[in-house]
């Protein structure tokens, strides 16, 4: 069939043009501003026009009075109530009526329920918190978490002071039997509008308890608490979880968060029943100090000299009465002298370190006696290598090394200050890996009173800080208030070595006592000789590559360590003084004046310990400052700023490569972490040059030559030349 010429061939009017309609004369036009075409315009586009701008006034009203003190949505939302609906999805009610009893079981059992697990508040909890970056394995989450009324009474205020301080983000979970609503648990607590766990988005609230909780078993309390924690976990990834002590809380809580910590390899630590009292300042820390609670470890490092004994006692008790808050115990290493005293091994042998757990846990002894073999004398390099090689860690990024002197009574809170600022300045998130926290060494207990020559007394510096801790106006009023400082000074008193440093001591000892073997040399004792020599070569050490001790500078006239004079006893290796000439033959590398070691002569003056909560001391309200923000002192008392002593320390490398270590211009090896082999040019082919400086004593043994033949001895020279040269041969 064929198709027809046009579509609506029946209507010729749809078949016509526009053109049909127009004007005969073309050339008569319309104005474009003429009223005729504007008042032609349809009208429809005016009505458009003014329902765009009604509809526009509107969404700016709306917008611009919209309520902001909602808060999440899930806060908003009430289980208890039929109806609620969350993103749509109406919401489960949980049931208020007991679960049924099993058959066969007494009505009067109270904890009978091990059914089903149901969360009815937990989903929407946790889809509130979606904003605190939980999908990410690394965040600032932190969790505290209580499993009863009483523990979350004490634990609550600790999470608010924490979100106050905003450098995590703070999370509460509770997880108990009670079914009473979370904001009632806040009006019994006190929590107001400033704490940031209900109000300010900081911190969030998890409600994470099951159905039928006062009437669940234990077994299933404790199944629901890991379940709880699994999906808590998928959710925030919390980088620590907080909890009180496990004799507050309940069993099924505490077994359920212990393996969930340890299959996570999360830190959980339990705060002690005075928390509140005396820990406040953990609410400081960030979540990367908090990670590295439990990773941490001290040990205790002693060396008794001979007649010591009662100050070692006095020691030994002052550590035992310490507050450890639930710490790990550091591990005790005594070097005790040849003789023992009769009340020191009496002591001893009664010392049980740790205490025995109430608990009736096995106990594992952290105590470690090393008892010195006689000498007839005993040399400088002989006691510094002794002392240095008593610690040496394999894990040097976490474990560290306490040294105290006999003389030394430690504060009970000693252990806060220390742990609180090796968490901070070691493993903080924000300001650990800057360059004055690599040039740190150790945090020191002790402020000596004089110079390190014990020539000057010595002046702690002081720093204006605002009156305001948190203001930020420069013009409030400020007050000179003492600070810790950073200075280039050992300390042999009391101070804390981090054990990365400590390796690269002993790197430096290695090489130092090797190179002073094969080229002895004589330099004059910069500290003063009432420490012990190790000191010495540890300032070397120091000032080759800059690095620092933090000082205690409290404004309290408490101290953290004193110590007492009455009971010194000098380092044994110092001997009555010597001849020119004796020294000149001497292989001894600093040359010391005895005479200036006795009671009269000491720098220290004694203070008493101090005993209040840290933070009652603390500046600034026990905020910690910025490394870059302290004082900086040279080993001499100079102040320096950060430039300067990096000039100082590149210089003094230079002179201490060229004039001991015997390194050539420009013949320096690569800095490694935790070596000190740059600072050292030493040829191996010198080996057979060393036996004829060392004494009999100091040889590896080799087969004596036979007597009736005096030419031996430059046979076995010439052997030992043939073989150095053979070895370099074959290099």
């Known amino acids: 069939m064929p198709l027809p010429g046009r579509i609506f061939a029946g209507d010729e009017e749809l078949g016509k043009k526009n053109d049909d309609h127009r004007p005969a004369d073309s050339t008569i036009s319309i104005p474009a501003w003429s009223w005729t075409k504007w008042n032609s315009a349809p009208r429809v586009r005016k009505r458009r026009l003014i329902i765009g701008l009604l509809i526009g006034l509107v969404v700016y009203f709306f917008f611009k009075n919209m309520p902001t003190d909602l808060g999440p949505i899930a806060k908003r939302v009430d289980t208890r109530v039929p109806g609620q609906t969350f993103g749509g999805i109406p919401l489960p009610r949980i049931p208020s009526r007991k679960p049924p009893h099993p058959d066969g079981e007494s009505e009067s059992e109270k904890r009978y329920y091990d059914g089903p697990i149901n969360f009815y508040s937990l989903g929407a909890s946790l889809h509130g918190i979606a904003k605190t970056m939980g999908y990410r394995e690394r965040n600032?989450?932190?969790?505290?978490?209580?499993?009863?009324l009483q523990s979350a009474s004490r634990l609550i205020p600790m999470a608010c002071e924490m979100s106050r301080w905003n450098r995590n983000t703070v999370h509460f979970a509770f997880m108990g039997r009670d079914d009473l609503p979370l904001k009632d648990i806040q009006v019994l607590n006190g929590v107001g509008p400033d704490c940031g766990i209900y109000w300010h988005g900081e911190t969030e609230t998890l409600d994470a308890r099951p159905d039928y909780g006062p009437y669940s078993t234990d077994w299933r309390m404790e199944a629901c608490a890991i379940a709880a924690l699994q999906h808590i976990h998928s959710f925030m990834h919390p980088q620590v979880y907080i909890i009180d002590q496990a004799s507050n809380e309940e069993v099924f809580f505490i077994n359920a968060i212990r393996s969930k910590g340890y299959e996570t390899?999360?830190?959980?630590?339990?705060?002690?029943?005075?928390?509140?009292?005396?820990?406040?300042w953990i609410t400081r820390l960030d979540y990367g100090s908090l990670q590295a609670w439990h990773n941490t470890y001290v040990d205790i490092l002693i060396h008794a000299p001979p007649g010591s004994s009662g100050s070692l006692i006095r020691l030994l008790r002052s550590i035992e009465e310490a507050d450890y808050f639930g710490c790990r115990r550091p591990h005790l290493t005594i070097e005790l002298p040849t003789d023992i005293d009769p009340p020191t091994w009496s002591f001893l042998q009664n010392l049980v370190w740790p205490p025995l757990d109430p608990s009736g846990a096995p106990h594992v002894s952290q105590v470690t006696l090393r008892h010195r073999i006689p000498r007839?004398?005993?040399?400088?390099?002989?006691?510094?290598?002794?002392f240095v090689e008593s610690f040496y860690s394999v894990r040097p990024q976490q474990s560290h090394v306490l040294v105290l002197s006999p003389q030394v009574q430690l504060s009970p809170v000693y252990y806060h200050y220390l742990f609180y600022n090796l968490l901070e300045y070691k493993y903080a998130a924000y300001g650990s890996q800057t360059e004055e926290a690599e040039n740190l060494m150790g945090i020191s207990l002790d402020l000596p009173s004089r110079s390190l020559d014990n020539a000057r007394p010595f002046f702690p510096p002081v720093t204006k800080i605002k009156d305001d801790v948190y203001a930020t106006s420069d013009e409030l009023p400020t007050t000179l208030s003492p600070l810790p400082f950073l200075w280039q000074a050992p300390n042999s008193n009391a101070a804390l070595y981090?054990?990365?440093?400590?390796?690269?001591?002993?790197?430096?000892?290695?090489?130092r006592l090797l190179v002073q073997q094969r080229h002895p040399s004589h330099r004059t004792r910069i500290i003063s000789p009432e420490h012990p020599p190790w000191t010495e070569f540890l300032l070397e050490l120091m000032r080759t590559r800059g690095?620092?001790?933090?000082?205690?500078?409290?404004?309290s006239p408490e101290s953290l360590a004193t110590v007492h004079n009455e009971l010194y006893q000098p380092p044994e290796e110092l001997t009555p003084p010597a001849s020119p000439k004796e020294i000149a033959d001497s292989a001894e590398p600093f040359i010391v004046n005895p005479l200036l070691v006795s009671p009269k002569?000491?720098?220290?003056?004694?203070?008493?310990l101090l005993a209040a909560p840290l933070l009652t001391i603390l500046p600034s309200d026990g905020d910690l400052p910025a490394l870059a923000t302290l004082p900086l002192l040279s080993y001499f008392g100079e102040v320096l700023t950060s430039w300067s002593a990096k000039k100082e320390a590149s210089r003094y490398a230079d002179d201490f490569r060229s004039q001991i270590g015997h390194c050539k211009s420009g013949n320096s090896n690569i800095q490694t972490s935790m070596k000190a082999d740059d600072l050292f040019c030493i040829d191996p082919d010198d080996d057979f040059q060393l036996m004829e400086k060392t004494t009999v004593a100091d040889r590896p043994w080799q087969p004596p030559p036979p007597a009736e033949k005096p030419e031996t001895k430059q046979e076995f020279l010439a052997h030992l030349a043939r073989q150095a040269r053979g070895s370099k041969g074959l290099r």
């Open 140 to 148: 600032k989450n932190v969790l505290f978490a209580a499993g009863s």
């Open 265 to 280: 390899q999360r830190s959980v630590i339990e705060l002690p029943a005075d928390a509140l009292h005396k820990m406040m």
């Open 376 to 386: 007839d004398r005993v040399g400088s390099e002989e006691t510094s290598a002794r």
């Open 498 to 511: 981090f054990g990365d440093k400590w390796a690269e001591f002993h790197s430096f000892l290695t090489n």
């Open 547 to 555: 690095y620092t001790l933090l000082y205690p500078n409290l404004p």
């Open 601 to 608: 002569h000491l720098s220290h003056q004694e203070q008493p």
